[in-house]
């Protein structure tokens, strides 16, 4: 059973930073996909950044290219998403998201598509 739990969310003003972590237990995650979420109050969930746990490949959304970053530690089976300039736009439920890769179908952005959740952290950006 996958498990990821995510934390370092919190409050912070416009220009700040945060870093989230999902700490990932339960697979062989060498094989995993690895994404981030979020979702806004009265707002469909979207996709924030992704990371191929293999090969490192990632893909950002627009709106965060350039602000945000996402590594994984292979040691500590973690994924962080760096978050720099944030701005009040970005406040949502920031969930960390997982599932098995296929050749079939790549590293993906798709939120159906993937298969484990983690429970969200709320981030919050003050103007």
């Known amino acids: 059973q996958v498990t990821l739990v995510e934390s370092g969310g919190g409050l912070v003003q416009a220009g700040g930073s945060l870093r989230l972590s999902c700490e990932a237990s339960?697979?062989?995650?060498?094989?995993?996909?690895m994404g981030w979420f979020r979702q806004a109050p009265g707002k469909e969930r979207e996709f924030v950044a992704t990371?191929?746990?293999?090969?490192?490949?990632?893909y950002y959304a627009d709106s965060v290219k350039g602000r945000f970053a996402i590594s994984r530690d292979n040691a500590k089976n973690t994924v962080y998403l760096q978050m720099n300039s944030l701005k009040p736009e970005d406040t949502a439920v920031y969930y960390c998201?997982?599932?098995?890769?296929?050749?079939?179908?790549?590293?993906?952005?798709?939120?159906?598509?993937?298969?484990?959740w983690g429970q969200g952290t709320q981030v919050t950006v003050s103007s």
């Open positions: 998201a997982s599932y098995r890769y296929r050749a079939t179908i790549g590293v993906v952005t798709t939120a159906r598509v993937y298969d484990y």
């Open positions: 339960g697979g062989i995650f060498s094989s995993y996909v």
């Open positions: 990371i191929s746990w293999g090969t490192g490949t990632s």
